[in-house]
């Protein structure tokens, strides 16, 4: 069960959509004072190096961020237009990388992390089950001195995911919390573990913000999950946006697979701006990010 490793993955298409629709809800999210609650369900690393091994100088971040990077932040010459949306994001990388070459990739925990307020008293709890990224994880947050704002724990996100909800009340009494689920669907009963949990989720805190990441692939299940979650949204009568990406790929020779072309990201209670801030976004992603055959992008929403 453990043979996954997001290290292989940091900074890939997938991980663009992912963060790049975290930071945007977020972003909304914080501009209200209450204390916010954030979980991880599934958290990896934290932070990966795009020079290491496992990335193999850029490896698949070199059709995501990488490839963003050389297009939207430019050594020299001018830079073709972005969106706010997108340089937010962009902006949040190149904050971990100051002297200007891209080398570090900050996972969900990071982003979360830099995004936090203290003022607000603002929380984050990460759940990751793999003993190597666990240890990492571990290591990379206690650099940060975050005291006890920031939590690592070595559970099952699933089942760890429960007893959070509903977050505890600020001193205004406000509850508020957003859950970033994203397991590496390594195992098939993932997928309805994911359905599963946020049903429950959304039964204990029905005002919480979910967003969940999902591959697109030819796999019932797979196909199945944001089908599934839209009807649990709408049965809840909660509001809930769909944006996939697919970056496509060039001719294959016979035989070669493409590997994982396409990604989505539901959210169920996202904030009004999102579906705007990424109608924008989304099309320039495809136009920079696009291979060829399959790319594209949508994007559904529907109000509570
Ligand atoms: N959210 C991370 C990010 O965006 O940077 C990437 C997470 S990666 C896709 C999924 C992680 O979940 C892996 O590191 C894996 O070891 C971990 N994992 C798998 N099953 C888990 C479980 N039941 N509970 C917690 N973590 C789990």
């Known amino acids: 069960m453990f043979s996954y490793r997001h290290a292989f993955h940091a900074g ?10 975290l930071i945007a809800t977020l972003r909304h ?41 050389e297009v939207l932040r430019p050594a020299a010459g ?26 570090v990739y900050p996972g969900s925990p990071f982003v979360m992390q830099h995004l936090m307020r203290h003022d607000a008293r603002d929380r984050l709890k990460l759940f990751e089950l793999h003993p190597t990224d666990g240890k990492s994880l571990s290591s990379n947050v206690a650099q940060l001195e975050a005291g006890r704002s920031v939590v690592v724990v070595r559970q099952d996100g699933f089942e760890g995911l429960k007893p959070l909800l509903p977050p505890p009340a600020d001193a205004q009494g406000s509850r508020r919390a957003l859950v970033l689920m994203d397991p590496s669907y390594e195992l098939k009963s993932d997928y309805g573990k994911v359905s ?12 919480g913000t979910y967003v969940v990441w999902y591959p697109v692939i030819p796999r019932t299940e797979a196909h199945d999950l ?34 994982l ?3 989505g990201m539901f959210v169920i209670n996202p904030p009004h701006t999102l579906a705007e801030g990424l109608k924008a976004s989304l099309p320039r992603l495809v136009d920079i990010l696009g291979r060829g055959r399959g790319q594209g992008h949508t994007l559904e929403h529907g109000s509570a």
Not at 12 to 21: E, Q, R, W
Not at 229 to 238: E, I, P, S, T, V
Request: aromatic letters at 6%; proline letters at 7%.
């Open 226 to 259: 944001p089908r599934k979650l839209r009807g649990l949204a709408q049965r809840a009568g909660r509001g809930w946006l769909n944006a996939t990406l697919a970056i496509g790929h060039p001719p294959l020779a016979p035989n070669e697979r493409p590997g």
């Open 78 to 103: 001018q830079a073709p237009e972005s969106t706010p949306v997108l340089d937010d994001y962009l902006d949040l990388v190149a904050g971990f990388n100051p002297d200007g070459a891209l080398r």
């Open 196 to 207: 599963a949990c946020i049903q429950d989720a959304v039964k204990r805190f029905a005002t």
């Open 29 to 69: 999210l914080m501009l209200k004072p209450g204390t916010l609650t954030m979980v991880d369900t599934h958290a990896g690393a934290g932070l990966y190096r795009l020079d290491s091994d496992f990335t193999d100088k850029g490896g698949e971040a070199t059709h995501g961020v990488v490839r963003l990077f």
């Open 261 to 263: 072309t396409a990604s």
């Open 12 to 21: 890939n298409h997938g991980d663009v959509l992912k963060h790049m629709v």
